[in-house]
């Protein structure tokens, strides 16, 4: 919600690296831990500036060194930008999805990961990690899970049904 917002004031990430950190905190202040997020946004753009001629690189090693890009965010892109299933996204939705479904058992985000990548087609990594995510918005809720509605129930081994 906030990046049209964010990126009509600052369309390319040199005009990013450039920002005035107070302008950024305020367009981006309902996301939450905003002020880190700023300052990495701000970093984040000087290094795309500065190490990658102002573009986004396509891989995994480059993603991660840049400020506030972990393996998440770093899956984000490769799969939904450049269209390249190197990993699988593990936001909260796909680690608690995965518990559930007793597909995992670690809390770590890189763990489940690693579980998950051999237990699926590679192909197919992006679009899993948004199907787990759309399932645990609507109906896996982390509080109230609807497993009256839910496709899964028949395999899920934390049906309450
Ligand atoms: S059966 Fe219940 S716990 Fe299992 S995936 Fe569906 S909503 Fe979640």
């Known amino acids: 919600m906030v990046t049209p ?3 009509e004031r600052y369309p390319t990430p040199a005009a990013l690296a450039a ?3 107070e302008e950024v905190e305020e367009i981006i202040k309902s996301t939450g831990f905003f002020r880190n997020k700023a300052k990495s946004l701000i970093a ?3 290094a795309l500036v ?3 001629g102002g573009g986004v690189p396509e891989d995994m090693d480059a993603l ?3 400020p506030g890009v972990g393996r998440k965010t770093a899956n984000v892109v490769l799969g939904n930008v450049f269209g390249r299933n190197e990993g699988i996204v593990v936001d909260t939705h796909v680690g608690r999805l995965s518990r559930r479904l007793g597909l995992a058992t670690d809390d770590d985000p890189v763990k489940v990961e690693s579980t998950l990548m051999p237990l699926f087609p590679q192909a197919q990594w992006t679009m899993l990690a948004h199907l787990l995510i759309e399932h645990g918005r609507q ?3 982390a509080k109230k899970p609807r497993c009256g509605d839910c496709v899964l129930a028949d395999i899920c081994p934390s049906a309450e049904v």
């Open 64 to 66: 991660v060194k840049l």
């Open 44 to 46: 984040m753009a000087t």
């Open 5 to 7: 917002a964010l990126f």
């Open 139 to 141: 109906i896996c809720d």
């Open 19 to 21: 920002a005035r950190q």
């Open 50 to 52: 500065d190490l990658h």
